[in-house]
């Protein structure tokens, strides 16, 4: 089974500062990593697919890179609404197993 | 626009049955680039894919359940529903249901229903 590891669990930061948060599977998913946006009380919202597709009506400060084993996402100008826990989830493999996700919080 | 509702008890008792549906509106059940899915949040935040369907009844599930998942589809409803047998405490989470694009990742999620398995 696919393990995928984020790092931090937890990050602060100001508004307009760039953030990066990184996503580790346990084994080769070539580009099939997907990042997710959670509010609390919604469901995620798909961001970026193949490790670095935006999705429609995605902001462009936010970006992913990253292929194999280790994957990044960055928001290159944090916004109030932006304040969120992001998940990444592999979909190599049809256990597609979440990250525990990152909660970005205000400094 | 593309709408997903999932709905059912919210309590269901330790052994039983939980049963949910998910009623989509916006676009046909039946369009052949759309699978599926379900998706669970347990109350740690974790989340895990649990499987999907396709219009004609094919499923695919997450190995990590099977033989206690059923997912079924209704055309003519537009819906299409989950079933997970022999509950614990440990399926309590909040359910969604998603549409699943080629089957390849979820797009488009529901609110979401919380489901809490309690005597």
């Known amino acids: 089974d696919i393990q995928m590891t984020q790092s931090p669990s937890t990050l602060s930061a100001s508004v307009g500062d760039r953030v990066t948060i990184t996503c580790r599977a346990s084994?080769?998913?070539?580009?099939?990593l997907a990042w997710y946006q959670q509010k609390p009380g919604k469901a995620p919202r798909l961001l970026i697919s193949?490790?670095?597709n935006l999705e429609t009506g995605v902001p462009s400060r936010f970006g992913g890179s990253g292929s194999g084993t280790k994957f990044t996402l960055t928001i290159s100008r944090l916004q109030p609404d932006d304040f969120a826990t992001y998940y990444c989830?592999?979909?190599?493999?049809?256990?597609?197993?979440f990250g525990q996700g990152t909660k970005v919080e205000i400094k | 626009q593309v709408q997903l509702r999932e709905s059912g008890p919210g309590l269901v008792r330790p052994s039983q049955t939980l049963s949910l549906t998910c009623a989509v509106s916006?676009?046909?059940?039946?369009?052949?680039?759309?699978?599926w899915s379900w998706i669970r949040q347990h109350p740690d935040k974790g989340l895990q894919w649990i499987g999907f369907?396709?219009?004609?009844?094919?499923?695919f599930y997450n190995p990590s359940l099977m033989g206690r998942v059923t997912m079924s589809v209704d055309t003519s409803k537009n819906h299409f529903s989950l079933r997970l047998n022999s509950v614990t405490a440990a399926d309590t989470a909040i359910y969604y249901c998603?549409?699943?694009?080629?089957?390849?990742?979820?797009?488009?999620w529901g609110p979401g229903t919380l489901v809490t398995v309690t005597s």
């Open positions: 998603a549409r699943d694009p080629r089957g390849i990742l979820p797009d488009l």
């Open positions: 916006g676009v046909s059940i039946s369009h052949n680039d759309f699978y």
């Open positions: 369907i396709y219009h004609t009844g094919h499923t």
């Open positions: 084994q080769n998913i070539g580009s099939w």
């Open positions: 193949k490790a670095s």
């Open positions: 989830q592999q979909y190599e493999s049809y256990s597609r197993n």
